[in-house]
């Protein structure tokens, strides 16, 4: 598999940087299956949750957040307060079990498996297009729904204290004294000062979520990255392990990258 211990990491680790940028490959797990084949394979899945659950989870917190600051201490902000607070300390995996009891429970209600969530899709299902699409979107409701109220939770409290700064702002009043009714002076000069920070949260937070969604992966039994990187790790397998932290890391990267291009979109001060 070539991760002989005789041979000293560094040459084991020379050797594996030629393979992958001269052969673009990543070695054989211990099955014999080719790393990057099965990267390939199984990242379609993985970033099909992870994309459509960290931007659903990214736009409902900002909104939440700035809800909350804006109508400060008040029962709407409290609710989502605690909320935030109550998804902050329930694992990942629970959210995803208990989403599964709530939909079970709505299919004995209604007599049909209205929702389904084992597996990315349903085995042996046949048709046009549109149903294995339609069936597709079933099975991601759940695990999308636990990835985006983990993303949320924790974007919805830091976009909140972000936003209760920027409403005592210089600026804020200066434009109310010029007769800008309050929700264009929040919206136009107010949210989009807040959201500056934000872009530099999400790519620290956008790690948590990687851990996130390859735990929803496991339960409800996606054949993505989370399952294999849980596989390298039981079976000692090395080749494995190194891959699914390389594709971690250019994800981690690639989010940085996003961030740091949202910050110059936001302010006109980074682009002169």
């Known amino acids: 598999m070539?991760?002989?211990?005789?041979?000293?990491?560094?040459?084991?680790?020379?050797?594996?940087?030629?393979?992958?940028?001269?052969?673009?490959?990543?070695?054989?797990?211990?099955?014999?299956?080719?790393?990057?084949?099965?990267?390939?394979?199984?990242?379609?899945?993985?970033?099909?949750?992870?994309?459509?659950?960290?931007?659903?989870?990214?736009?409902?917190?900002?909104?939440?957040?700035?809800?909350?600051?804006?109508?400060?201490?008040?029962?709407?902000?409290?609710?989502?307060?605690?909320?935030?607070?109550?998804?902050?300390?329930?694992?990942?995996?629970?959210?995803?079990?208990?989403?599964?009891?709530?939909?079970?429970?709505?299919?004995?209600?209604?007599?049909?498996?209205?929702?389904?969530?084992?597996?990315?899709?349903?085995?042996?299902?046949?048709?046009?297009?549109?149903?294995?699409?339609?069936?597709?979107?079933?099975?991601?409701?759940?695990?999308?729904?636990?990835?985006?109220?983990?993303?949320?939770?924790s974007y919805s409290r830091y976009q909140r204290s972000v936003m209760l700064d920027v409403l005592g702002a210089d600026y804020i009043r200066t434009a109310r004294s010029k007769g800008l009714p309050r929700n264009q002076a929040l919206v136009r000069h107010g949210v989009r000062i807040a959201l500056i920070p934000m872009t530099t949260f999400f790519a620290y937070s956008f790690g948590t979520l990687i851990a996130g969604s390859a735990m929803l992966e496991i339960v409800f039994s996606w054949r993505g990255m989370g399952q294999f990187q849980l596989d390298a790790v039981t079976q000692n397998d090395i080749n494995a392990v190194a891959g699914s932290t390389l594709y971690l890391a250019i994800l981690v990267l690639l989010s940085s990258t996003l961030s740091e291009v949202l910050y110059a979109a936001l302010d006109p001060r980074v682009r002169s």
Request: charged fraction near 10%.
């Open 2 to 153: 070539g991760v002989n211990p005789e041979v000293p990491v560094l040459v084991r680790l020379w050797n594996w940087l030629v393979n992958l940028f001269t052969h673009f490959s990543l070695g054989n797990t211990v099955g014999g299956q080719s790393v990057m084949d099965e990267i390939m394979a199984r990242s379609g899945a993985s970033l099909r949750l992870l994309l459509i659950g960290s931007l659903i989870g990214a736009v409902l917190g900002v909104i939440l957040g700035v809800w909350g600051a804006v109508r400060q201490y008040r029962i709407s902000d409290q609710v989502v307060t605690y909320s935030s607070f109550l998804v902050f300390a329930t694992p990942t995996f629970v959210i995803g079990v208990l989403l599964m009891i709530g939909a079970t429970a709505l299919n004995n209600v209604l007599g049909t498996q209205a929702i389904r969530f084992t597996g990315e899709y349903t085995a042996g299902i046949s048709g046009s297009w549109w149903d294995l699409a339609l069936d597709r979107g079933v099975h991601l409701l759940l695990p999308t729904i636990a990835l985006a109220l983990i993303g949320a939770a």
